[in-house]
C-alpha cells in the first residue's frame, strides 16, 4: 500500500508539473509567471479576453503586474500585429494630456507649430494602454467617455470627426470603486471600462508563486549578469516566503537581482539578501508611538533609526556567538567601527 501510495503521489506531483510546464511555456513568452490559484483564474481571464475585443480594468497594487497582463492580452489577442501604445496618465501634465491623446492641429495652442497625431490615432488597429487611469481628472474623463461611447473624437483645433479602432486597456493601483463614491472618478466611466476586470494579487497573498519566480528571475538574471547560480539555501527561501513583500513582485525581480549580482558561489544564501530581509526574524520595530513631538523632527528620527541600529548590531552578535571578527564581517563594517559601536550601544553580553 506504501508503494503504491508513493507511485500514486510521484504520478500526481508529475502530472501537476506537467500542467504548469505548460502554462509557463504558454506565458513565458509574455514572461507573466505564476501556478497559484489566484494567477491560474487570472490566466483564465486574460485567454477569454484575447479573443474578444472588450474593454479590460486591470486592478492592483504597485509592481503587481497589470502591463504585463495587458501586454499579454495585446500580444495574445487578434490584434498582435498592431501597435501597444502606452499613455501614462499620472505622467503626463493636464495642460498637454488632450493633446497628447488625440493629437492637435498646426496653430492649436500657441505651441503647436505642426499638426500632430494623438496616441489614439497612432493605436488604430491595435491596442491603446491607459495607465493609472485612477489619476486622471475628471475633465478627461468625460472625454474618455465620449471615446468609448461613439468611437471618435476631434484633434485639438478640429471640429473633424475622427474613427479609431483600438481596444482599450486601463488599469490602476486605485480602489476605482471607492474613487466613485467620493465622486473623484464618473460612474459612467467606471461601468464603461470595467465591462471586465483583472484583479491582480498582491505577491504576499500568492506567496507559493515564489519559488517559481525565483526560477525564472534565476534565468533571466544568470544571462544577463553572466552568472551560474543554481540553487537557493533552505533559509534564504524561508526569509523571502516569509517577507510581506510591499513592492510586490517587482521588489521581489529587484532583490534578486541584486542577489544574483552579489553572490559569489552557485547558491544564494542569507548573506545575498538585504538586511531588511536577513534580519525579518529579530522582530525590529520602528517605535514611532512614543514621537510625542517634544523633539525636532530630525533628532527623533535619529532617535528610532539609532534603536534599529543597535537591534541589528545585537541580532548579528548573537548569530555569531559574540564573535567580533564574525560580526564585523557580516555587517560589513571594520571591527574597530564595530567595537565603538557596541560601546555606544551598551552591547554586552547577557551573561555579562
Ligand atoms: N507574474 C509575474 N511574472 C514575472 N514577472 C512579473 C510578474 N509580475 C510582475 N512581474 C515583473 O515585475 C515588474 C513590475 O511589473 P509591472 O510593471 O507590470 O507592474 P505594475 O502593476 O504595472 O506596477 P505599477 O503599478 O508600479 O506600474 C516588471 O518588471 C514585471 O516584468
Ligand atoms: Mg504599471
Known sequence: MVVSRALECNRLNCENKLLREELVKNF??????????????????????????????????????????????????GRSKG??????????????????????????????????????????????????????????QAKILRILQEKEFERVGSSQAIKVDARIIAATNKDL??????????????????????????????????????????????????????????EAMELLMKYPWPGNVRELQNVLQRAIILSEGKIITNKDLPFYIQFLDSEIKLETESADFSKSLIETVKDITDEVERQIIFKALKKTNWNRSET????????????????RFNLIKEEE
Open 328 to 343: 564585523a564581517g557580516i555587517l560589513k563594517i571594520s571591527r574597530k567601527s564595530l567595537f565603538n559601536k557596541m560601546k
Open 28 to 77: 513565458k513568452l509574455k514572461e507573466i509567471i505564476g501556478s497559484s490559484g489566484k494567477m491560474m483564474e487570472v490566466f483564465e481571464i486574460i485567454k477569454k479576453v484575447t479573443s474578444t475585443d472588450v474593454t479590460v480594468l486591470i486592478q492592483g497594487e504597485s509592481g503587481t503586474g497589470k502591463e504585463l497582463a495587458a501586454r499579454a492580452i495585446h500580444y495574445n489577442s
Open 83 to 140: 501597435p501597444f501604445i502606452k499613455v501614462n496618465c499620472a505622467a503626463i501634465p493636464e495642460g498637454i494630456l488632450e493633446s497628447e491623446l488625440f493629437g492637435h492641429e498646426k496653430g492649436a495652442f500657441t505651441d503647436a507649430s505642426s499638426r500632430k497625431t494623438g496616441r489614439f490615432e497612432a493605436a488604430d488597429k491595435g491596442t491603446i494602454f491607459l495607465d493609472e487611469i485612477g489619476d486622471m481628472s475628471l475633465g478627461m
Open 177 to 234: 470603486f471607492r474613487a466613485v463614491k467620493e465622486e473623484q472618478f464618473r460612474e459612467d466611466l467606471f461601468y464603461r471600462i470595467n465591462v471586465v476586470s483583472i484583479k491582480l494579487p498582491p505577491l504576499r497573498e500568492k506567496r507559493e508563486d515564489i519559488p517559481l519566480l525565483f526560477e525564472h528571475f534565476m534565468h533571466k538574471f544568470n544571462k544577463e549578469f553572466n552568472k551560474t547560480i543554481e540553487h537557493i539555501s533552505l
